[in-house]
């Protein structure tokens, strides 16, 4: 019997593309333990600080879901950076497994903490890594050489626990062919930051005219208020991004006929499982979108 891993993740803060890759990366597990108050799936269990951290070092299989986490965006990150080194290699000692799914790491990452980063990513027993910034050649020689659990693969999008992928997968498959909607992520920040930066504006959108429905996932109370003119002539369902929705904002995703964002983590996931997707220019994430493609 798979025994509950704890999971650490940018999940349960407000952020729906987190959460869902949170879904995405727990699937094959019935409950997970969580850092108190980051807690999706009713199912996971809360642990309180130090509870966590001693989890974190004892449990069979800790799992880190999604999420810039070397980055340095402030003093405490060099002790996160420096723990989670510390914790992975502990775990490689004593035989446990630690998996980095969907893990991304910014271009700007200064050779310290790059130097930091690839000898925890090495040490653990998985790494699907998000981003092409310090992946490549190096990690491809030094993880052959090292250690040989360490399955990479680097340059790709999300790959995820295989199993449960494939259940994802078929339920795709088992969609229902005549369902005709499309899921729109619309960002007021990243709106915002476009006007600030005089960005140009993205190309006219135009949506099939046998898409009836549009499920717009609203993050910041003023999504819902972003109304493109794409979206006129639609059935519009706007779906709240919460605890209670999580589920049925994925069940939306996986079995939309066509994603439009101004969102990272929804051209992550429609890339992923092969969705038709239409990018905003609005963000600059977007525009590099094509950089991490499978």
């Known amino acids: 019997m798979t025994q509950t891993p704890v999971c650490y993740g940018y999940q349960g803060k407000g952020n729906v593309g987190d959460n869902l890759m949170f879904l995405l990366n727990t699937a094959g597990f019935d409950a997970v333990y969580v850092k108190k108050g980051r807690r999706v799936r009713p199912g996971d269990i809360e642990l309180g600080t130090l509870a966590y951290l001693w989890k974190s070092v004892v449990a069979d299989q800790l799992i880190f879901s999604g999420g810039n986490i070397f980055n340095v965006d402030r003093p405490r990150s060099v002790v996160k950076i420096v723990?989670?080194?510390?914790?992975?290699?502990?775990?490689?000692?004593?035989?446990?497994?630690?998996?980095?799914?969907?893990?991304?790491?910014?271009?700007?990452?200064?050779?310290?903490?790059?130097?930091?980063?690839?000898?925890?990513?090495?040490?653990?027993s998985h790494a699907h890594l998000r981003e092409t910034s310090i992946t490549s050649t190096a990690l491809w020689q030094r993880s052959a050489d090292r250690h040989h659990r360490v399955e990479f693969a680097p340059d790709i999008v999300f790959t995820g626990d295989l199993d449960a992928v494939d259940q994802i997968n078929g339920y795709r498959d088992a969609a229902p062919p005549g369902d005709s909607h499309a899921v729109y992520f619309p960002s007021i920040v990243a709106r915002r930051e476009a006007a600030q930066q005089a960005a140009a504006e993205p190309e006219d959108i135009a949506l099939p005219d046998d898409i009836t429905t549009v499920y717009v996932i609203v993050q910041a109370v003023e999504d819902a208020d972003i109304a493109p003119a794409f979206l006129a002539g639609k059935d519009v369902v706007h779906v709240h991004s919460g605890v209670d929705t999580i589920d049925?904002?994925?069940?939306?995703?996986?079995?939309?006929?066509?994603?439009?964002?101004?969102?990272?983590?929804?051209?992550?996931?429609?890339?992923?499982?092969?969705?038709?997707?239409?990018?905003?220019?609005?963000?600059?994430?977007?525009?590099?979108?094509?950089?991490i493609a499978p």
């Open 83 to 124: 723990g989670f080194y510390l914790l992975v290699h502990l775990r490689r000692l004593t035989g446990k497994t630690t998996s980095f799914r969907s893990i991304g790491v910014n271009k700007n990452t200064p050779p310290f903490v790059r130097s930091i980063a690839i000898r925890t990513i090495l040490a653990a």
């Open 248 to 291: 049925r904002i994925l069940d939306h995703v996986l079995t939309a006929r066509l994603v439009v964002t101004e969102r990272y983590h929804g051209a992550i996931l429609a890339k992923r499982f092969g969705i038709p997707m239409i990018t905003s220019n609005y963000s600059e994430k977007l525009r590099d979108i094509e950089m």
